[in-house]
């Protein structure tokens, strides 16, 4: 009987649970959910801290089965992880998924209700189908971008503020541009241990630009606009209410803001284009993953919340921090 790779072991440490679910990229989850909220003119309370938690449920789930799935893989490529290495157990990562997943789900219905579940329930699946299925085909990039807009859709769920179709709709737009940046930074990440061919990168930062282009456009502001913590919307104004939304505070931070998306996830993927290399498509990955969070920081302010913004935007340094000492791929 040919002998496992995976050695067993006794108890987990915490160093490997960190690593198993890659604890401190947890930092740039939140955010999805927040910008959600307030582009949906949801309020910030209680349900919105609740469906963030388990938006990052839902993460950790992802990154637990991503090890489960990839073991094989990982015995070859990467065998510091924690089950090539020994310190977890393929079962053990199987397990915390699962109630990763179902600790996701449950706080998704308690947070915000039918509405939230029925939003949270896709996303989960998306996140099963990519890990054990979809990872290595064509539509791998694809599922992974759906699963972080529904992420940013999840926050539109909320309870509060005004009806189902209209938030629905002023979230798209945040949805769809971190899908984008999402989907690009995915097909980066495929050529982590081979190393790419410049054509890549560059694609990834063309994607990038036009992220940062549409993230930093001003917007047409309402004569009657409705705040972001209102519970009514407004009435629908003819064009001539309708003015550029030019020199406002909250338009000037989203625009820095996107600059400074621009900015982490862009050097990266030009220094990759010079030499693409698997050190600097990794960098590039990581930094790309880390360009959520000032991204989504970004969207909040475009909607009028500058004050979560600001607090969405200074979990990037903590999350660079801690993301030498843990991977967040």
């Not at 949801?42 to 990052?56: F, H, I």
């Not at 915000?112 to 189908?129: D, I, M, Y």
């Not at 859709?153 to 979230?171: D, I």
């Not at 984008?180 to 930074?185: F, I, K, R, S, Y």
Request: proline share 9%.
């Amino acid at each position: 009987m040919a002998r496992s790779p995976f050695p067993r072991t006794g108890s987990v440490g915490p160093a490997a649970w960190v690593e198993l679910v890659r604890a401190p990229a947890a930092l740039t989850v939140p955010g999805d959910v927040i910008a959600g909220a307030v582009s949906a003119c949801r309020p910030l309370g209680r349900r919105v801290v609740g469906l963030a938690a388990a938006s990052t449920c839902l993460y950790w789930a992802g990154m637990a089965l991503n090890d489960y799935a990839d073991r094989e893989t990982d015995a070859r490529e990467r065998s510091h992880r924690p089950l090539p290495s020994g310190r977890v157990r393929p079962g053990t990562a199987l397990t915390v998924a699962a109630a990763c997943t179902a600790g996701g789900l449950g706080l998704a219905a308690l947070s915000g209700g039918r509405r939230s579940l029925c939003t949270a329930v896709p996303l989960a699946t998306l996140v099963w189908a990519y890990d054990l299925s979809l990872k290595s085909t064509p539509l791998g990039p694809a599922a992974m971008a759906g699963a972080r807009a529904l992420d940013v859709l999840l926050g539109a769920t909320a309870p509060g503020g005004p009806g189902t179709e209209v938030p629905l709709r002023r979230a798209l737009r945040p949805a769809a541009l971190t899908a984008a940046h999402t989907g690009a930074v995915t097909v980066l990440s495929r050529r982590e241990v081979e190393g790419a061919h410049p054509a890549l990168p560059a694609a990834a930062l063309a994607v990038t630009a036009a992220v940062t282009a549409a993230a930093a456009a001003p917007r047409a502001a309402l004569r009657h606009a409705t705040p972001h913590n209102a519970t009514t919307p407004a009435p629908h104004p003819p064009r001539a209410a309708r003015r550029p939304f030019f020199g406002t505070p909250a338009q000037g931070v989203s625009a820095v803001l996107a600059g400074l998306y621009g900015m982490v996830a862009g050097a990266a993927q030009y220094a990759a284009v010079r030499d693409p290399r698997p050190d600097r498509v990794q960098r590039a990955v990581r930094d790309g993953i880390h360009a959520m969070v000032p991204l989504q920081a970004s969207s909040t302010a475009r909607a009028g919340a500058v004050t979560a913004a600001v607090s969405v935007s200074a979990l990037l340094p903590l999350a660079r921090r801690l993301g030498r000492r843990v991977s967040v791929t």
